[in-house]
């Protein structure tokens, strides 16, 4: 039982691994496509007010992929609890110390914990 138990949580970080970097490229390649709309706009020597629209919306998917991305990290906290609450001791893996679990309180603060399990 706890070997599957410990198996679950691997996987579980596996799969959560690629969604956070995933988060972080489109972030990254919203904020260069952004930045490239200026620019070739700028160049081409268009009116400032060209695309207003544009990048109005891009600034709002800029945000959105933020807010994702607080989203995320609340959601990989309240993840790094649970090993703690099915008897795994510790989880060690990419910042997760084998004897020491983090979690967000709820409160937007981030606590840690020893598992006595």
């Known amino acids: 039982m706890l070997k599957e138990r410990r198996e679950a949580t691997r ?3 596996a ?3 690629p969604v956070e970097q995933a988060s972080d490229q489109f972030t990254a390649m919203t904020a260069r496509c952004i930045a490239t ?3 070739e706009r700028a160049k ?3 009116p400032f ?3 207003a629209a544009a990048f109005k919306l891009a600034a709002e998917t800029m ?7 607080e989203r995320l990290l609340h959601l990989h906290g309240l993840l790094k609890a649970i090993p703690a609450q099915i008897g795994i001791r510790g989880y060690g893996d990419n910042g997760c ?3 020491v679990l983090t979690t967000n309180d709820g409160d937007g603060k981030v606590v840690a914990m020893t598992s006595t399990s």
Do not use: I
């Open 11 to 13: 996987n579980v970080a």
């Open 15 to 17: 799969a959560l691994r």
């Open 37 to 39: 709309m200026l620019e």
């Open 44 to 46: 081409a020597g268009l």
């Open 49 to 51: 007010e060209l695309g």
């Open 63 to 69: 945000t959105s992929s933020l807010e994702n991305r």
């Open 97 to 99: 110390p084998d004897d």
